[in-house]
């Protein structure tokens, strides 16, 4: 793609341009604050919430190609949206290529939202043809509940909601409650050293056995992403029976993040889940957090949700997982 080239379905004086890098991840961040006020963001969100320029160049590192992968809209020269996709394999053997756009609120109602979905699809089906995946991939899109102008875009182009997450907060650290009662004889919990990073692992993965529309998770991206300073699990001899995975946010050291709390299925409904949670809080409020997120699926047959409630957390966004067929 040359820069600045016009782009299908965009009005006169609009055009797309491919990412270039660090020039661009100050304009990225104004657009995702412009959109801000319009589409009700959470600027504390672990989900999506207001990145700084030093986060979305963390993000776009992450993606493959990210000048062919990553497309940015201008008018004179100022960026005022971009678009960006990604893919993995999920458990099933489904290939989900997701794409995000984001676009001022003063530029919308014109036609630029569809075209830069309109580049997002034709891109991911090249990508499909190129990767010999074209009978197992899907199209994703991802909406806050409060994105309106996003879902109607979404909804109108023929994608479908397949799932949702809530968000959740404990707004005060301080106010985490007492375990309430003990564990089961025989149980213990602990930190977690690096010869149970597998266990662990193991854990989180087999509790999603039966979960749709998740990601694989390889070992190695679990020891890449290693954090274990609020990681806390639960024994019975040497067999692992739940975890929880805490961490602090690395661009904002007072919000800490319950990444994980998985219990073994035929260990749950003994108080595990309560006791590793809140043994995981106290690590976080030890390590300097005032307040602590996490998210969950809204269709959980657990309702974990529940739990996270009893102990003080409370809703504050969805987040709406869209699909739509390749073809």
């Not at 990225?28 to 207001?50: H, I, P, T």
């Not at 994980?260 to 299925?265: A, G, I, Y």
């Amino acid at each position: 793609m040359s820069d600045d080239t016009p782009g299908e379905g965009l009005p006169a004086g609009f055009g797309f341009r491919p990412y270039r890098g660090d020039e661009d991840h100050g304009p990225m961040a104004a657009v995702r604050l412009g959109c801000a006020d319009r589409d009700r963001v959470d600027a504390r969100s672990v989900v999506e919430g207001l990145p700084t320029a030093a986060e979305i160049a963390e993000d776009s590192a992450r993606l493959d190609e990210p000048s062919e992968n990553q497309v940015l809209v201008v008018r004179d020269r100022s960026v005022v949206g971009y678009a960006t996709i990604r893919w993995w394999q999920e458990r099933d053997g489904t290939r989900l290529y997701l794409h995000r756009g984001h676009l001022l609120p003063e530029h919308r109602d014109q036609g630029i939202g569809s075209a830069m979905l309109g580049w997002a699809e034709a891109r991911i089906r090249r990508l499909a043809a190129d990767h010999g995946t074209a009978r197992t991939a899907v199209i994703g899109a991802n909406a806050m509940a409060s994105e309106q102008d996003a879902t109607a875009l979404l909804l109108g182009a023929g994608y479908r909601p397949v799932f949702s997450l809530v968000e959740l907060e404990l707004s005060d650290l301080q106010q985490v409650p007492g375990p309430g009662s003990e564990l089961p004889a025989g149980i213990r919990t602990g930190p977690i050293g690096t010869g149970q990073y597998r266990a662990a692992w193991r854990t989180v993965v087999d509790s999603y056995a039966d979960t749709g529309f998740t990601q694989q998770w390889s070992f190695q991206d679990f020891v890449d992403t290693a954090d274990p300073a609020c990681w806390r699990a639960a024994w019975r001899g040497q067999e692992m029976l739940g975890v929880a995975l805490c961490s602090i946010r690395s661009h904002d050291r007072t919000v800490g993040e319950v990444e994980e709390l998985s219990v073994r299925t035929d260990r749950r409904r003994l108080g595990i889940g309560r006791f590793l949670l809140l043994e995981g809080l106290r690590s976080l409020r030890e390590q300097g957090a005032t307040t602590a997120r996490l998210y969950t699926g809204t269709a959980n047959p657990h309702r974990s949700y529940d739990l996270y409630e009893s102990v003080g957390f409370r809703r504050q966004n969805e987040y709406v997982r869209y699909r739509k067929p390749l073809t």
